[in-house]
């Protein structure tokens, strides 16, 4: 039986592409690519197995393997073993014949190969630039000109004491005018109406925290943070049940946006580049909520019958993945 990356690998020779051609095309870290290479990505837990599938269809496409290929391959992989159809389909070659869990023969050349860690001419550190030199050393202590000290000492006279207090006494009238002006020439406010006791919210008993961070019930608003994980999201279009009427949103690799919904909130574009997080959760295998092509569907009810998105999350790492960027608020559109 073939061996999956083994005939990535192939493919990859076959174009004369090297593993900086490769991160260069994805985008992908190179010891995320080193990943893939020597099969680690394929070690993940199955909870992750959404983002593996993403990342092998990310680099088969930059190896000029078509998407449908890519996942029968995936889904032989996770399945009853994968057929070893790439090379001979990409390259003319026969695939090998090999147990699928024994190590990729062309890993070790990978791994000898591969230029992660390296410091070439254009990975050290540019000496030009001064946060890259060596500090030098302190002074001894017999280098020091203690009779300079002395003699700038003695210079701090009555003069040079009458100007400094000076311009301490101009520093405190510029801040206490500036006081006046802000705070104390301010005109009164009137003070804001009291809002009637019957027209504040009541929130009921079961929904006070039982634990610390620990919500019996959700709000009647939710969010969810869609993160751009590993490619551009242009455009994702998004449709809730709070005023978000299939608008497009374009959103960058390595940013997150948020949106709001009740019930249900749906998502439309390059699926297999999302990652949806909610309380700081990854949500796993979003293939399960796939309702059509490049389309999928995340309700009320899946959040609140998992426990997991009661408590906010302490871990700020995503697996092989790094923490989004920035966090943005999504864009209002106005009619």
């Known amino acids: 039986m073939a061996h999956l990356i083994d005939d990535l690998l192939a493919i990859r020779d076959h174009l004369k592409l090297t593993s900086k051609d490769l991160s260069a095309k994805t985008r992908f870290p190179a010891d995320v690519i080193l990943d893939i290479e020597t099969a680690k990505v394929l070690d993940k837990p199955a909870n992750q197995r959404t983002y593996v599938r993403s990342y092998l269809r990310n680099y088969a496409k930059a190896l000029k393997v078509s998407d449908t290929d890519i996942v029968r391959a995936l ?94 006494a101009l520093v405190a009238a510029a801040a206490a005018v500036f006081a006046y002006w802000k705070w104390g020439g301010a005109v009164d406010q009137p003070a804001a109406e009291p809002v009637p006791a019957e027209t504040l919210p009541v929130v009921p008993a079961d929904t006070l925290s039982d634990s610390a961070g620990v919500l019996p019930t959700f709000p009647d608003t939710l969010e969810i943070v869609l993160y751009a994980a590993t490619g551009n999201l242009d455009p994702v279009r998004v449709i809730s049940d709070v005023g978000i009427n299939n608008y497009p949103y374009w959103i960058e690799q390595g940013i997150a946006m948020r949106f709001e919904f009740v019930n249900q909130i749906t998502l439309r574009g390059d699926t297999p580049n999302m990652m949806v997080l909610f309380n700081g959760h990854p949500v796993p295998d979003l293939q399960q909520f796939v309702v059509s092509d490049r389309m999928l569907t995340l309700r009320r009810e899946y959040f609140e019958n998992t426990t997991t998105y009661r408590t906010a999350s302490t871990d700020t790492t995503l697996g092989a993945l790094p923490w989004p960027s920035e966090i943005r608020n999504r864009p209002i559109f106005r009619p």
């Open 75 to 168: 889904d032989e992989h996770f399945g009853e073993g994968y057929s070893g159809f790439l090379a001979e389909k990409y390259t003319g070659l026969p695939a090998a014949n090999r147990p699928a869990e024994a190590q990729p023969e062309m890993l070790k050349r990978v791994i000898a190969t591969s230029t992660h860690g390296d410091t070439d001419e254009f990975s050290r550190p540019d000496p030009t630039y001064e946060h890259n030199r060596n500090a030098p050393p302190p002074p001894e202590l017999e280098a020091v000109d203690w009779s300079r000290i002395r003699t700038v000492k003695r210079a701090f006279n009555g003069r040079t004491r009458l100007g400094l207090f000076l311009a301490l």
